[in-house]
C-alpha cells in the first residue's frame, strides 16, 4: 500500500487500545472528588447521576480514548445494607471492546460507575455488568 493513500483501520492499534487500568483511575478519582461527603437526596440523584457520567466521560476524552463510543452509566442509591444487582448483555469483541468500573461507598451514599466501548465502525458490540453490595 503507498505511503501517501489514507487507509481506514478497523481496529485501533496496539497503543490506542483501551487501557481498563487506566479508566479505572480516573473514574475513581471523579466519584472521591465528587461524591465524598455527600448525602443521598433522592431528588438529586438523577442530576448527579447524569453530572457524574459527564464528568467521566469528558475525563476519558482528554485521557486519550477518542477513538472510541463511550457508553457510561452511574448508578446513585442510598446505603441501607441491601444488596443491588445490575446486569445488561449485547454482543462483544474481544480484540477491540472492554469495560472499566469503580464503586464509590460512604456512611449514607453508594455509588457505581460501569462504562464499556463500541467500535468505531458501527454496530454497537458492548456488555457490561456490576454487583455492589450496599
Known amino acids: 500500500m503507498d505511503a501517501g493513500a489514507s487507509a481506514y483501520l478497523i481496529r485501533p492499534n496496539y497503543k490506542d487500545k ?3 487500568v487506566l479508566a479505572k483511575e480516573c473514574i475513581g478519582e471523579i466519584l472521591r472528588e465528587q461524591l465524598y461527603g455527600a448525602q443521598y437526596d433522592p431528588e438529586e440523584a438523577p442530576a448527579l447521576s447524569r453530572a457524574l457520567a459527564d464528568s467521566i466521560k469528558n475525563k476519558l476524552r482528554d485521557v486519550g480514548f477518542d477513538r472510541y463510543k463511550l457508553v457510561v452509566q452511574v448508578v446513585v442509591g442510598e446505603q441501607r445494607g441491601e444488596g443491588v444487582k445490575m ?5 462483544w469483541d474481544a480484540d477491540t471492546d472492554s469495560y472499566a468500573q469503580d464503586i464509590f461507598m ?18 454497537v458490540l458492548q456488555t457490561n455488568w456490576a454487583i455492589i453490595n450496599c
Open 106 to 123: 460512604n456512611l449514607v451514599l453508594c455509588g457505581c460507575c460501569v462504562w464499556c466501548l463500541r467500535k468505531p465502525t458501527g454496530v
Open 87 to 91: 446486569a445488561a448483555r449485547c454482543f
Open 18 to 20: 483501551f487501557k481498563a
